[in-house]
């Protein structure tokens, strides 16, 4: 009995399985063959392309390839400007199961892989849901690989929004979005699925992009954090005192006394030593000696956060409203890859070599970590010790101001760093570049709290400029900079530049919910609260305003 039984169950397993091969089989037929959606269709470009290399309306869904050469005619070239946006109407909405985008990569001829490509679906071409934003593959002057396909996979990455086994969007429209730097080419878009509805395509999820709003969790609580430079700089310019703090933290009159609370968080940080070795990522990088400088300076009686805590409880006291503790951030200098020897971090009679030309990836990694540990350890020690009545140190601040595209393992380095903090129960903030190496995967590097840079203030731009890194900041729920510097106080088309940021921010949306990081040079705010001149003090008046949301 137990033979003929197991008999009929193998049958009848057999006889299941045939029907569900068949039913896949129908399934499978009655979806059709994958194909390429966007072949053949139409589409839109936010901003044309160079004229040198041009677009007849078809070369980006025509199915033809550029060869590895920007003077192949299948390229289409973007020359620098703002952030360019591609829009395909499939006509329909269909079920999309890969998105890619090809571009070059010809260091000789300045064409670079977009730092940063966006690829989005919707459903009626005005509402977006984001489905994944990606980063060059290589360092700008590398050729290899001359050509590269950005790619959203519905399997691989899953849809954001649809449930656990969603492997295809369920959407009419897709848009690429990427950076130009100098030169940007594309030659194809292709959109992989099937027409209609399938099985395991599922609509992404509606959410409007948004800034990092401060908070807690996020900020620490920091709303706007003010840059104050306290490295080496000539003529003093690096030593705070109370009596220049003050019209930072609080709002002053013209006679210099506090009228009402400033800024909510101050970042103390400096770009070199005495030596003139810099903090950050450099051919001239800085070396133990100028780490323990710059420390010691930092934290010395009467230093600079001495200072900071003393104008704090003067201008509490003076206003009769506590704003105690009060926010402070610390850099983190950057262990650059030339330093060969940097100095004995971990007293073994070796100095520490960051160079990995010299010791190697792994090693220099290693080095780099051990100088980097042993300043978090030490900064954390000497705040602990000095026991400030009206400051907390809410965290430290990555100084280098994008991934170094080298090879060398830096998003390593950036996600032990935020370890340490973490560990020690700190927020982990940075202030990316324009368009920097990776600043994109902010999230995945570990920090918390980020300001991006527009860099208008710098530039011969008008302010699209601005527009754009708001826009692109928003997209990636990153902060906003605002960046300004001396001679605001000094020149009226320097004003005006100023101004575009504080202009800006309401059609952007940025006045508001936003965490926001104040580049000021040196001491432009201060040179404007003290200024006899009614512009440059207008200046202030106007920083005033906008911190405190009253225009």
Do not use: C
């Amino acid at each position: 009995m137990k033979a003929q039984w197991g008999t009929g169950m193998l049958a009848a397993v057999m006889l299941f399985a045939n029907i569900s091969l068949a039913s896949a089989e129908e399934a499978e037929q009655s979806r059709g063959a994958m194909r390429n959606l966007a072949l053949g269709k139409s589409y839109s470009v936010s901003q044309p392309p160079d004229s040198q290399y041009s677009d007849d309306g078809t070369k980006l869904t025509n199915g033809k390839y550029g060869a590895a050469a920007y003077e192949d005619e299948a390229w289409v070239g973007f020359y620098k400007g703002n952030t360019r946006e591609v829009t395909i109407d499939l006509g329909a909405a269909n079920s999309i199961a890969a998105i890619k985008a090809n571009f070059l990569q010809a260091p000789s001829g300045g064409v670079q892989y977009p730092n940063v490509t966006s690829i989005s679906v919707s459903d009626d071409g005005k509402d977006w849901n984001a489905l994944r934003h990606e980063g060059a593959p290589s360092a700008f002057w590398l050729a290899d690989p001359p050509t590269y396909s950005y790619e959203w996979d519905g399997a691989r990455d899953g849809v954001p929004g649809g449930n656990k086994h969603a492997s295809m969007a369920y959407a009419r429209y897709v848009k690429v979005t990427f950076t130009t730097n100098v030169w940007v080419f594309l030659d194809e878009i292709e959109v992989w699925g099937y027409e209609g509805k399938v099985k395991g395509a599922h609509k992404a999820k509606s959410e409007q992009p948004r800034y990092l709003e401060p908070g807690k969790r996020t900020t620490d609580g920091i709303g706007d954090m003010v840059l104050l430079y306290n490295g080496h700089y000539p003529d003093g310019l690096g030593e705070w005192t109370k009596e220049k703090i003050i019209p930072y933290i609080s709002y002053v009159d013209r006679q210099g006394q506090p009228q009402d609370w400033l800024f909510d968080g101050v970042l103390y940080l400096g770009l070199s030593s005495p030596e003139g070795r810099a903090f950050e990522m450099s051919f001239n990088g800085s070396a133990f000696e100028d780490w323990q400088w710059y420390l010691d300076k930092t934290f010395a009686p009467d230093g600079d956060m001495d200072q900071l805590n003393e104008a704090v409880r003067d201008v509490s006291r003076t206003l009769g409203k506590k704003q105690v503790p009060f926010p402070v951030v610390l850099m983190i200098p950057y262990p650059a890859e030339p330093q060969t020897n940097f100095g004995d971090v971990d007293g073994d009679g070796i100095g520490e070599n960051f160079s990995a030309a010299e010791v190697g990836a792994e090693a220099s990694l290693a080095n780099k970590k051990k100088a980097v540990g042993w300043y978090i350890d030490e900064a954390l020690r000497r705040w602990k010790d000095k026991g400030y009545s009206h400051l907390q140190l809410s965290g430290l601040y990555w100084l280098n101001e994008e991934v170094a595209p080298d090879g060398t393992r830096d998003s390593e380095l950036i996600r032990f760093a935020a370890d340490r903090v973490h560990d020690a129960g700190l927020k982990y903030y940075w202030i990316p570049r324009y368009r920097g190496y990776h600043f994109h995967d902010w999230k995945k590097l570990g920090f918390d709290a980020v300001a991006y840079q527009s860099n208008h203030f710098f530039q011969d731009s008008d302010r699209t400029r601005i527009d754009d890194a708001a826009q692109l900041a928003k997209a990636l729920g990153m902060g906003v900079e605002i960046e300004f510097d001396e001679r605001i106080n000094e020149d009226a088309g320097f004003a005006k530049r100023m101004l575009d940021y504080l202009e800006g921010a309401k059609p952007n949306g940025y006045d508001r919910k936003t965490f926001r990081g104040y580049y000021q040079g040196n001491k432009a705010i201060l040179d404007a609260a003290l200024s006899a001149d009614p512009e440059a003090r207008a200046n202030y008046e106007k920083i005033y305003r906008f911190v405190k949301g009253k225009d």
